[in-house]
């Protein structure tokens, strides 16, 4: 745990019109609802979305808290708290989350992505895999427990090919359990999941892409970028009731701006400096 140090690594935290946050990727809908019924209980935002603004727009992207978004769209909300962040801040990380997808019938699996139209699956080994994927040679590629390595290959822009990613997760995302994880490597896996059928290996999407996708109303797969945020905001607990108030986002923001004052002054701001484990409660 480290002292404040400067403005540098305070959070910006602002209300914003939800109508003004365009996500860019799907929300998931086996976790919206649970999302929505938790606010409803506990009236507070507990760790508020990340977004980055849109050069040119009103509009933001969400970089993190798809759900929370859509959840707060469900309940009505007119405005939400949210961490804005710089996206060409060096300090920010774009990676890519990697799908453990397991279950018993293995077949089912590679039946339903053979059997989408426009992708193929091509033999190939995990250095030549990689290479493909960093030159987008490839859509993505799949890592089987016993050594086996696909292609997944498909043509077209950046769109087409976004809608058959898309195709792909929705292939196994409903009828195979699956997990994130942030490695391919099956040694590093296995010992931790059973039934592993396949682990799913994404490509990198850079900054100007998901902001180019997103401003243009397509939606990558939930669970397939990972924004790494420097000074993350968490365990903010704003009352929904001051969101769904009847003020103006001037209002509401003079509100936060003097919650964060008395914040500071009760010395209720931690920063983190090293690397955090966090095991949900």
Not at 2 to 29: K, T, Y
Not at 105 to 126: M, N, Q
Not at 172 to 199: C, G, H, M, N, W
Not at 259 to 272: G, H, N, P, S
Request: overall charge neutral; hydrophobic content about 45%.
């Amino acid at each position: 745990m480290g002292a404040l140090h400067g403005a540098e690594r305070m959070p910006v935290l602002r209300f914003v019109s939800v109508a003004d946050l365009i996500p860019h990727e799907q929300a998931d809908q086996v976790r919206t609802e649970p999302l929505v019924q938790r606010l409803r209980t506990e009236g507070v935002l507990k760790n508020p979305p990340v977004v980055a603004p849109i050069p040119g727009e009103p509009r933001y992207v969400v970089l993190d808290g798809a759900n929370r978004v859509e959840a707060a769209r469900r309940l009505g909300l007119p405005h939400l708290v949210v961490q804005v962040v710089d996206y060409e801040d060096p300090r920010l990380v774009v990676e890519a989350w990697t799908h453990v997808v397991s279950g018993e019938d293995p077949k089912a699996f590679f039946d339903a992505v053979r059997g989408i139209e426009g992708i193929t699956l091509e033999p190939s080994e995990r250095l030549h895999a990689r290479a493909e994927l960093a030159r987008r040679q490839a859509l993505a590629y799949l890592s089987c427990p016993r050594g086996e390595i696909y292609l997944v290959r498909a043509e077209g822009d950046l769109y087409r090919r976004t809608a058959l990613l898309n195709l792909l997760v929705d292939a196994y995302k409903s009828r195979f359990r699956f997990y994130r994880t942030a490695t391919d490597q099956l040694e590093q896996i296995l010992p931790y999941y059973d039934q592993v059928i396949a682990v799913v290996v994404f490509p990198r999407y850079e900054p100007a892409e998901i902001i180019e996708l997103a401003r243009n109303g397509a939606r990558l797969p939930a669970g397939i970028t990972r924004h790494i945020i420097p000074y993350r905001a968490l365990r903010v607990f704003i009352p929904l009731e001051i969101m769904a108030a009847p003020l103006s986002l001037e209002e509401k923001n003079a509100w936060l701006a003097d919650w964060f004052r008395r914040k500071l002054a009760a010395r209720e701001i931690r920063v983190y400096e090293e690397s955090v484990v966090v095991f949900d409660e």
